[in-house]
């Protein structure tokens, strides 16, 4: 059985096609498919997604993409609304939260000051709630690393994990498990690979980003949640595994650092 920890399957991209997406992966063997949610407006509609499905589940939180348009209620609205769900199994998560400092527009001066201060309150709300957090990190390992340090939110997924070896082995030593998927398909991605190949194994989680982070088969196509087994073969190789170990290894990870999805 395989997870895909990180799976944009409400987006605007899959239509009405969400749930039937969720079914062919399930015939792929993929168990479970972890939806984070970006921003307030989507938080009820990744909870139905997950129930009306029967191999997701989903997290709450807003994405650094999402800050600019995301105001000071908007953190009592999430801590509410995760309040509410700790009683639905469903629930996983605190996520998708992070920071990016790779979109100009979020890098101006007042919009890092926002994204710091949005990434630090909901890792205080995952902290409060005991939840692993979902964490996008893009050109921004090491500030993510300080909050994560000072704050010591219970774990979780540092996803589509793009940093330095030392850099990964901060997120190891905090609890977190490193996100791989679609860029370790690109044989040019040669820092991605080489860290799929050396890290511990029990660190590394498989996720699609779907409909991003496309595998080189599908490049620029719409990923979808059916690519884990592949993209799972192509980590198999690198570390000169079977499929059926790194399936094994990497589920077994994904609960461990989700242990309401365990439970
Ligand atoms: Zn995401």
Known sequence: MWIDTHCHLDAHEFGDESAAQAAL???QGVGMIVIPAVATANFSIVAQLAASVDNACYALGIHPIYVPHAEEDHLR???EQVAAAMSDPRFVALGEIGLDFFIPMLTESAMRE???YFFREQLKIARDFDLPVLMHVRRSQDVVLKHVRQIRPNGGIAHAFNGSEQQAKGYIDLGFKLGFGGAMTFTRALQIRRLAAELPLESIVLETDAPDISPSWIHPGRNSPDQIP?????LAELR???PEAVAAATSSNAR???PRLAA
């Open 240 to 242: 000169g595994l079977t």
């Open 77 to 79: 609205v999430l801590r």
């Open 230 to 234: 592949r993209i799972g073969a192509v």
């Open 256 to 258: 461990a650092v989700l």
């Open 25 to 27: 992966a399930k015939a």
């Open 114 to 116: 926002k994204q710091v």
